[in-house]
């Protein structure tokens, strides 16, 4: 539950506003990329993904943008809303192995 | 309902005394994995299961044992739970390793 959100970094944001949320991954040998968001008391939920073959995906209200060059992930929130509250993690699979790597996760806070 | 169910939500235990986590889904997912989540280090994978009988260590194994008898069902046992074990666990699953996962919705193990 809210043990979750302890020791993360927070972004807060004003509600109605965008929000952008980074991670550095670890491998350069990456290939597949997540974004999920987890809500206080639940279980992490899958926003978008993206493959090494691409920089930019965009989905509703969200977009994830790959930088390959600096090993950086993004994701951007559109008009963010109280909804949006939550912690954000990336992941990583490692090309040629069978896991899933995550972040240690950021915090975002949605000021009505 | 798409969904990956865990029983229990919440168990208390004494140290040494053998418990199983149960993990089921209902989309014919060949991958199956649990995690374990603790303040400030995310999502850790425990272990993974690419199919039916074939199951490997993820990055903290130590303590813990898994089977894959069906394709729906990955149970987490722990033969002699520790307190450095406490923490909440979290199954999910996944159509292939690089496509979304599903998560169950966290089961909150303390060890005494």
């Known amino acids: 539950g809210e043990s979750v959100g302890l020791h993360l970094p927070t972004l807060s944001v004003q509600e109605g506003d965008n929000s952008i949320i980074n991670c550095a991954y670890s491998?350069?040998?990456?290939?597949?990329f997540i974004w999920y968001k987890q809500e206080s008391g639940k279980g992490p939920q899958f926003i978008i993904d993206i493959r090494s073959n691409m920089d930019k995906r965009q989905g509703q209200r969200v977009t994830v943008l790959l930088n390959k060059t600096v090993k950086h992930l993004s994701l951007q929130i559109a008009a963010t809303q109280p909804g949006d509250s939550a912690v954000y993690f990336c992941?990583?699979?490692?090309?040629?192995?069978?896991?899933?790597?995550f972040g240690t996760g950021t915090k975002l806070q949605v000021i009505p | 309902e798409a969904q990956v169910t865990q029983n229990p939500r919440y168990l208390i235990t004494v140290t040494g005394k053998k418990l199983t986590v149960t993990c089921s889904q209902n989309m014919n997912h060949e991958y199956m994995s649990w995690y374990r989540q603790d303040p400030g280090l995310g999502l850790r994978q425990i272990y993974y299961s690419m199919n039916v009988e074939v199951t490997d260590k993820g990055d903290v194994p130590e303590g813990y044992k898994v089977s894959r008898k069906e394709k729906r069902n990955f149970p987490l046992i722990l033969e002699s739970p520790s307190p450095n074990q406490t923490s909440l666990y979290f199954c999910?699953?996944?159509?292939?390793?690089?496509?979304?996962?599903?998560f169950g919705q966290g089961t909150r193990l303390t060890v005494v």
């Open positions: 999910a699953s996944s159509l292939k390793i690089s496509t979304e996962a599903f």
């Open positions: 992941a990583e699979r490692y090309r040629g192995y069978q896991k899933v790597t």
């Open positions: 491998n350069s040998a990456s290939d597949y």
